[in-house]
Each structure stands twice: as structure tokens, then as C-alpha cells.
């Protein structure tokens, strides 16, 4: 089994070095000593979010929320292309969470929140924060959990003049959508700097959403024979788009000592 990710500020990994020991203190260090139920000698790696990953060993407990680390290895995740970005419309219930929790743990590199024409959900000014906030926190919790060590930004809140914006800056740029008839996967390169994929609302898009798209350059593209829900239908197009790069080659590494 694969050690379990805990989170520090980038600045404690700046600087450190092999035999180095890091505290580990504050939710984190709480969640290692009681949730976790570490114990000295076990094996846990240490990140900042941004791509650093230091593998240790517990050297010991203090009191109930903190622990301390001596690093044995220091890992620096190489940028890997294409960046993905997925700009996902806001669903009902949990299932944006969902999606959220999906995109991370496949590797997505951005989410964008989009609140699209035909939402049922809209994150209105009173609840605006607390909404996106509970994306971030799923992001968080998702990242660390699939052992991830560059956590994903989750981005402000867009309108559709946003998306188009995104749309536009992007090497390339799809739209899921059930009348497409062309494939995801060949109309992206592998070497491709930034990928954005527009995944819309459970009511579809707009008339005016698919024009104003279009115009800034993106694809229609279809997963298959099914229509599949917005929580899962971006998770589904990030991996057939990753399994067609280097990205997702075996042997890959992907990290620099």
C-alpha cells in the first residue's frame, strides 16, 4: 500500500534535504496522530501542493496533533503536457462534488466552476463562497488521497464571457455534447500545451453557449453511444484523452530527484 499524503507549506520542503526532519503540526499533523493512528517507524509522504514530495519515516509523536519526519527522498514532479483543464457547469446535490473528486484523483490539472444557462444550480452572492469553497475542500481531500503531490487549482467562479475567454487561450479546446460525431481522443495532441474540456449542465447547452464556443475555436466532440451525467461525463473524457499521451505511459516517472 502506498504511504499516506500529508500537506505543509511549500516553504518547510524549500529548503530541505535528505536526513532532514519536518514537523508536521496544526489539521494535518491532528489528522496523522488521530485519525490516521500513525505510529514512529511507519512510512508517509510529505507535500507542498505545488509538486514537491518528500518520502520519510515517522521519528516521533508529539502529543496528539503533531508528528515529526525524517526525509529520505526528495521528488520534484516534472510539468507534464498537455495541461488539462476541465470546465465543469454546476450540478445539483453532491454531484459537483462529485465531479470534482473524479477530475482530481484522474489527474486534472485545473477545474473551472461554470455557471451555465441551463444549471439548475446557480451559486448565488450569499452562498457564492461557501460553495466554492466546498470545492476547494474536495479537491483537497481527493488530491490527497490519490496520493497526488501538485494539487489542482479550482478557479473562480466563470460566466459563459469567461469560458470563451478560456476557450480562446487554449491549444486546443472540446466540447462534450451528445450531437457530436466525432471522437475525443485524436483531435488532441499529445504535445498540446494547454487542453480545456467544456463539460455542460444536466439541461444541456444553449443554443447561443454552443455559437459563442464555437466561434472561440473549440471542437464538438462525443464519448461513445451514451449521454452520460455532467459529474461523470468529465472524468470519462480526461482519460480517454490522457490514455492517447504521455502522460499516462507506463514507466513515465514523471519526477526529478
Known amino acids: ?22 514537523v508536521v503540526d496544526g489539521p494535518e499533523g491532528r489528522h496523522a496522530v488521530t485519525v490516521t493512528r500513525l505510529r514512529v517507524g511507519e512510512e508517509v509522504d510529505i507535500v507542498d501542493a505545488h509538486g514537491t514530495r518528500a518520502a520519510g519515516t515517522v521519528l516521533a509523536i508529539v502529543g496528539r496533533d503533531a508528528m515529526h519526519v525524517t526525509v529520505t527522498r526528495l521528488e520534484h514532479e516534472v510539468v507534464r503536457q498537455p495541461r488539462i483543464i476541465v470546465v465543469q457547469a454546476l450540478a445539483k446535490g453532491d454531484r459537483g462534488e462529485l465531479a470534482v473528486e473524479q477530475l482530481t484523483e484522474i489527474g486534472v490539472d485545473e477545474i473551472v466552476p461554470w455557471a451555465a444557462a441551463h444549471c439548475v444550480v446557480q451559486w448565488k452572492s450569499d452562498r457564492l463562497a461557501k460553495s466554492h469553497q466546498r470545492w476547494v475542500d474536495t479537491a483537497y481531500a481527493a488530491a490527497k488521497q490519490s496520493r497526488r503531490s ?61 455559437e459563442a464556443f464555437s466561434r472561440a475555436g473549440a471542437t464538438l466532440v462525443r464519448l461513445g453511444p451514451t449521454v452520460l451525467r455532467t459529474s461523470s461525463a468529465g472524468m470519462v473524457a480526461v482519460a480517454a484523452l490522457l490514455s492517447g499521451t504521455t502522460r499516462w505511459s507506463v514507466g513515465l516517472g514523471g519526477v526529478e530527484g
Open 1 to 22: 500500500m502506498s504511504a499516506p499524503v500529508f500537506v505543509v507549506n511549500p516553504a518547510v520542503l524549500a529548503t530541505a534535504q535528505p536526513g532532514a526532519v519536518i
Open 150 to 210: 501538485q494539487f489542482p487549482v479550482v478557479a473562480a467562479l466563470a460566466d459563459t464571457a469567461g469560458v470563451v475567454s478560456r476557450l480562446e487561450r487554449a491549444d486546443a479546446a472540446v466540447i462534450l455534447h451528445e450531437s457530436a460525431t466525432a471522437p475525443i481522443g485524436p483531435l488532441v495532441d499529445s504535445a498540446a500545451g494547454e487542453v480545456v474540456i467544456v463539460v455542460g449542465p444536466e439541461g444541456g447547452l444553449s443554443p447561443d453557449e454552443l
